[in-house]
């Protein structure tokens, strides 16, 4: 499960409005070892694509070098679809480098509504997982739900052992 503070959430989606219809992305760094996403870290799109993304080489050695001089790692790596439902695609799979991530994809293929969602992408093989969205700024043990996916309705993802 992803579990992230809704101020992060809220500058993720800033970024991927206000770079579409090209695709945006970015890290959010933690400190190692934590699964703890703390720092956004918006990125250039060096493909400047609405169907493809690539961090600058440059930069993310720059990004890296950073992270490893703070003690952190890339906790979540985002990027956004412009016209497809947020689900990697074999690119984005092909090049998902970091097993420990988790990978954020936002939609904004509808201009009011985002579509949010993460998963894990190790050896090829993608698993969606929880978005535990915490809103630190009302109660920091406050947590709200995100709708997953097209379903307007909860998803308890909870289950039990039966």
Avoid at 82 to 93: F, G, M, N, V
Avoid at 115 to 144: C, K, L, M, N
């Amino acid at each position: 499960m992803l579990s992230i503070d809704r101020s992060i959430i809220d500058a993720i989606v800033a970024h991927a409005r206000r770079d579409h219809p090209d695709e945006a992305c970015g890290v959010v760094a933690g400190p190692a070892g934590s699964d703890t996403p703390t720092r956004h870290i918006p990125m250039e799109n060096a493909a400047r694509s609405m169907t493809f993304y690539e961090f600058d080489s440059m930069e993310q050695l720059r990004l890296w070098r950073e992270m490893d001089d703070r003690d952190e790692e890339p906790v979540v790596i985002y990027h956004s679809h412009t016209a497809t439902e947020a689900y990697p695609s074999r690119t984005d799979i092909s090049f998902a480098g970091e097993p420990g991530a988790h990978y954020l994809l936002v939609s904004t293929r509808e201009p009011d509504t985002e579509e949010i969602r993460s998963f894990r992408i190790v050896d090829g093989v993608v698993t969606e997982e929880p978005v535990r969205i915490v809103d630190a700024a009302v109660d920091p043990h406050a947590v709200q739900s995100y709708m997953f996916g097209q379903s307007p309705a909860t998803v308890d993802y909870e289950c039990s052992g039966s």
